[in-house]
């Protein structure tokens, strides 16, 4: 069974949390950043609009884990294809990675090098906020964190 209101609180905490980051990103550059939340269980958590002209289809991930000791960030192989193929024509894909509820690696999708990741299986929850806890096996891209666009600390 599906914890269907921690999920909800748990997207709605990332949302804002990613929405803060990008309007000071973007603010430092004296551009505006919008962003609007899509619907859960979308394969794209947010769209964002830069000065009502560069248009943006972000992802975002919720992680704990010691960044000293792992260099890269998992992304499910079909979430990777789902993002692509539900972007739209004139977006560019990012994924914002929260990291230990401290630091923010962003990625632009269109620009990761493949040839520089881990493909592999990985053993992950079969669905994040079940009280049934099956592990199930999923393609993984292990995304290098040198590869990110910007990165920064959520304060």
């Known amino acids: 069974m599906i914890d269907k209101q921690k999920m909800e609180e748990q997207e709605n905490k ?3 949390t990613t929405e803060k980051i990008m309007q000071k990103i973007f603010a430092a550059y004296n551009k505006s950043a919008k962003l609007k939340q899509n619907p859960i269980y ?3 958590d947010a769209q964002m609009v830069v000065n009502n002209k560069k248009y943006y289809a972000v992802e975002i991930k919720q992680r704990q884990q010691d960044m000293e000791v792992y260099d890269t960030l998992p992304l499910k192989v079909s979430k990777y294809c789902n ?3 539900n972007k739209g024509e004139n977006e560019t894909p990012l994924i914002i990675y929260l990291v230990n509820d401290e ?3 962003i990625f632009n999708l269109e ?3 493949l040839n520089k990741c881990t493909i592999c299986n ?3 929850n079969k669905v994040e906020f079940s009280q049934n ?3 199930d096996k999923q393609p993984t891209i292990f995304i290098p964190v040198n590869q990110c666009v ?3 600390y959520i304060n």
Do not use: M, R, T
């Open 14 to 16: 990332d949302f804002q």
């Open 42 to 44: 979308s394969a794209i």
């Open 83 to 85: 993002i692509l193929e």
């Open 103 to 105: 630091e923010y690696y």
């Open 111 to 113: 620009k990761i090098d």
């Open 122 to 124: 990985w053993f992950i």
């Open 133 to 135: 806890q099956q592990k």
């Open 150 to 152: 910007y990165n920064g």
